[in-house]
């Protein structure tokens, strides 16, 4: 039993929905660590798809136990959803879901910031979610933040939430001549919620640190990827916590000594929703066939995804920063037509070459990708269950990726089915 934290090593729905479904099998623990109900991430149990953006996809597994730790962002409201459309579907969440009492907790004036300010940067926006992700960090950074905890002391509750308002209304007036929010509202809300969510409530990082002393196992289900991280990733076109690997140990309270294993999930090309640099972005006929084929239409806000090849430059950084050391490679079968296909190996910038990911997004701009074309394998690949039967040009496709990244690829998909799972022996 090992400690595992799984990461998406591009820029998010890389399909670790589907890898965490497939990896909870053998743990006793699902934890979130970090995000909030920006992620959705999709699990496909045969006709059934379930999208949870803020519950560990680990729930659809009974008898598991799963967390939402200190690092998250909750949306009471959000988290409620999930919890009732779970529970309409016969899936049992009482007494399986533990929420930190750490967490700090979303506010309408946080959705409503994040709105209203993507709105006046116009053609600079991030292309955010709108859920409140941003500035609901931002207060959490800034000290002026409402916890879970908050919530069930109506004294501090209160005063909090007065100061709060007082400031978000003068912002919300001033620079964005918003009327604002009502206190007592927002109080009654969110004083239903927390009544609603009191018995998943508790600490969690106890918890978890006891698990550990029974040599139980965790398995850390990272949101978002690499590229959003709000430090190693494109800047300022991230999201605002630390999704990579680092993030589960200040995310939960565990310490980083008790991290056995890292596991970067990539897909087999690259998607990105929302604005931001994309060095090997396709063009507009590669675009529409691969967003068809692969479904790539965000699983939160439903937006088009961006799609291009498979960047080896920006998934090295990952390798590098979360310390991973084996890979999945997920949506294999979506490349299945192409004649020929792309891997991006170094990036050419004012005539030089780099092999490495550029912090400057200038330089990730302008960079020219230099590619290395491999044959396609031009077969269908979603019903191949192991890798001895995968067709031999999809073998040199991975194993092409695999000497690149200096990696192990221990698990392939081949479709969103569960089924749909090579384990590489
Ligand atoms: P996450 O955010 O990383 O969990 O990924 P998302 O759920 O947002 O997006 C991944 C999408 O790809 C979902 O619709 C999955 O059902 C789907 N998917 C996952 N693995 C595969 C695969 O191997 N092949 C195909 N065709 N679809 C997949
Ligand atoms: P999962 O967990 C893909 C992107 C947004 C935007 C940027 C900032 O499903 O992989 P935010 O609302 O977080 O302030 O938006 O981050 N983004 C995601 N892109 N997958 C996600 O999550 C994402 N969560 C946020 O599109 O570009
Ligand atoms: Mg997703």
């Known amino acids: 039993m090992s400690n595992l934290v799984v990461i998406g090593a591009q820029w998010g729905d890389e399909g670790k929905g589907k890898v965490i479904d497939i990896l909870a099998k053998n743990t006793n623990f699902i934890a979130r660590y970090q995000g909030g109900n920006n992620a959705g991430h999709t699990v496909v149990i045969g006709s059934e798809k379930f999208v949870l953006h803020l519950i560990p996809s680990g729930i659809l597994h009974k008898k598991k136990a799963c967390v939402i730790g200190n690092g998250v962002v909750i949306d009471p409201k959000a988290l409620i959803e999930e919890i009732d459309m779970l529970e309409s579907k016969n899936i049992e969440v009482k007494g399986r879901l533990f929420v930190s009492e750490n967490a700090h907790v979303i506010f309408p004036y946080h959705r409503k910031m994040d709105e209203l300010k993507e709105l006046i940067k116009g053609k600079t926006k991030i292309g955010t979610t709108k859920k409140g992700i941003g500035p609901c960090y931002a207060d959490k950074v800034s000290r002026s933040g409402i916890r879970i905890v908050d919530l069930?002391?109506?004294?501090?509750?209160?005063?909090?939430?007065?100061?709060?308002?007082?400031?978000?209304?003068?912002?919300?007036?001033?620079?964005y001549d918003f009327e604002g929010f009502s206190f007592d509202r927002i109080y009654n809300d969110y004083a239903g919620y927390a009544a609603?969510?009191?018995?998943?409530?508790?600490?969690?990082?106890?918890?978890?640190?006891?698990?550990?002393?029974?040599?139980?196992?965790?398995?850390?289900?990272?949101a978002q990827g690499t590229l959003l991280d709000v430090d190693y990733g494109t800047y300022p076109f991230v999201t605002s916590s630390n999704s990579t690997a680092g993030g589960a140990c200040t995310g939960s309270g565990i310490g980083p000594t008790r991290i056995d294993k890292v596991i970067g999930v990539v897909k087999a090309?690259?998607?990105?929703?929302?604005?931001?640099?994309?060095?090997?972005?396709?063009?507009?006929?590669?675009?529409?066939?691969?967003?068809?084929?692969?479904?790539?239409?965000?699983?939160?806000?439903?937006?088009?995804?961006?799609?291009?090849?498979?960047?080896?430059?920006?998934?090295k950084h990952s390798v590098a920063v979360n310390g991973i050391a084996e890979i999945v490679v997920t949506k294999l079968d979506v490349l299945d037509e192409l004649e020929t296909i792309k891997i991006c190996t170094s990036y050419r910038v004012k005539g030089k070459l780099y092999d490495r990911f550029s912090s400057s997004i200038r330089a990730l701009d302008e960079c020219e990708p230099v590619y290395e074309s491999v044959p396609g394998w031009q077969t269908d690949t979603t019903g191949v269950t192991t890798f001895r039967r995968l067709p031999a040009k999809a073998k040199n496709y991975l194993k092409r990726i695999q000497k690149i990244l200096n990696t192990k690829i221990v698990l392939i998909s081949v479709g969103s089915d569960r089924k749909q799972t090579i384990t590489v022996e």
């Open 269 to 315: 090309y690259t998607t990105r929703v929302g604005e931001g640099p994309f060095p090997t972005e396709f063009g507009p006929d590669m675009m529409e066939k691969i967003r068809t084929k692969g479904g790539e239409f965000g699983a939160t806000t439903g937006r088009p995804r961006r799609c291009g090849w498979f960047d080896a430059c920006l998934v």
């Open 196 to 222: 609603k969510l009191e018995n998943f409530v508790c600490d969690t990082t106890e918890l978890l640190n006891a698990a550990i002393k029974k040599k139980k196992s965790i398995l850390f289900e990272g």
């Open 152 to 175: 069930f002391d109506e004294k501090i509750f209160k005063n909090k939430l007065r100061a709060n308002l007082e400031e978000k209304n003068k912002i919300l007036k001033t620079l």
